[in-house]
């Protein structure tokens, strides 16, 4: 396995396009969603892998029915079946993506399916927020020596880290954790990017963000907290329907998107104080110190030959008071700025 397939890319949040059910039951429509995330700026394209008898039951029974949100009204079965990407499509799809060169994963929601993803060569794994409790899927998937992406969405703390320690014990290489609230679509009120902070020094792991807002706000919030990893649903062009249609980003809006988080990833900048070489050439705005008249060597310096005016060409108006009242070591022509070497000659100490 390529070790940087899970990408630490100098200079840039990485990009994961969901593709989840919006293929609408067409493996035609599953691939022009890979060409459109590649297309658009995405690093990473990902499947999830699951069928609905490995999901739940086909059951009319009062608790397999959906009573809120975007699914109301339907069984989970009826969910499932119709979102699902059949297993007949993988190869194929794995296939396509290797081809256009954007590398493909996949989210397991069952064990059988990461023998079925080890045969196509998976890179590595997602863990979806619904199964940061299902111990023997973590097992599987970090037995499989590959990194692992985990989402935390409904989770406490505890959960998280539970999670993550039976990743690391059952031999996963790197965990990868993604702040992730799991409302659709999730709202302003919703998050608190606080908690990527918090899980980067609670685990000191990579962080990232998995986004189901409609505003893209709240990537570039997401960024500026320093997520390093963003995972977004898409759609294709103009496309109306599918089951996660509304929080998914359609065709060029990925784009768009793609240049946001880019945006903010670079105004994030360093974790040292930073100013700019551009920034830097306009301290000439600032003010300094000059003389209003001439003055002879010997002159005191006083509030009426001296004053603080632009431009910034001589010393800086913190040393005003410090020479006032004492005398000039050298004659200094009307309107002239008063320099440094007057600082050494005079004896006050240099602020640096």
């Known amino acids: 396995m390529n070790k940087n397939i899970i990408y630490k890319k100098k200079n840039k949040v990485i990009l994961i396009a969901e593709i989840s059910a919006n293929h609408n039951g067409l493996c035609s429509n599953a691939k022009k969603l890979i060409y459109s995330a590649k297309k658009n700026g995405a690093d990473i394209v990902k499947l999830q892998t699951y069928t609905a008898d490995t999901m739940t039951i086909d059951s009319q029974r009062n608790e397999f029915k959906i009573k809120s949100g975007l699914w109301k009204g339907s069984t989970l079965w009826d969910l499932y079946k119709k979102g699902e990407t059949p297993l007949s499509w993988h190869k194929t799809l794995f296939d396509y993506a290797k081809k256009i060169k954007i590398p493909c994963i996949s989210t397991p929601f069952d064990v059988a399916s990461v023998d079925f993803l080890q045969n196509l060569k998976c890179p590595f794994y997602k863990i979806a ?70 899980l980067k020094e609670k685990f000191k792991c990579r962080v990232g963000f998995s986004d189901h807002s409609l505003d893209n706000r709240a990537v570039i919030s997401a960024v500026s907290a320093g997520a390093e990893f963003i995972e977004k649903h898409i759609a294709l062009e103009k496309q109306k329907n599918g089951l996660d249609i509304l929080f998914s980003l359609k065709g060029k809006q990925l784009k768009t998107y793609r240049n946001d988080i880019d945006a903010a990833y670079k105004m994030k900048g360093s974790s040292s104080f930073y100013v700019s070489s551009l920034e830097r050439k306009n301290i000439k705005l600032r003010r300094s110190i000059y003389c209003t008249s001439s003055i002879q060597k010997g002159e005191k310096f006083t509030d009426q ?44 100490k240099i602020i640096k």
């Open 305 to 348: 030959n001296i004053k603080i005016i632009r431009p910034a060409n001589g010393l800086q108006p913190f040393y005003y008071e410090k020479i006032l009242g004492k005398k000039s070591p050298i004659s200094i022509k009307k309107y002239s700025p008063l320099k440094f070497n007057l600082l050494k000659r005079m004896k006050i």
């Open 129 to 198: 927020s619904t199964e940061i409790t299902h111990e023997p899927l973590i097992k599987k998937v970090a037995q499989t020596k590959k990194p692992i992406i985990i989402s935390t969405g409904m989770a406490n703390l505890y959960e998280v880290e539970n999670a993550y320690k039976i990743a690391i014990k059952n031999g996963a290489p790197e965990v990868i954790l993604l702040y992730c609230v799991s409302n659709y679509p999730s709202k302003f009120s919703d998050f608190n990017f606080y908690n990527i902070r918090i």
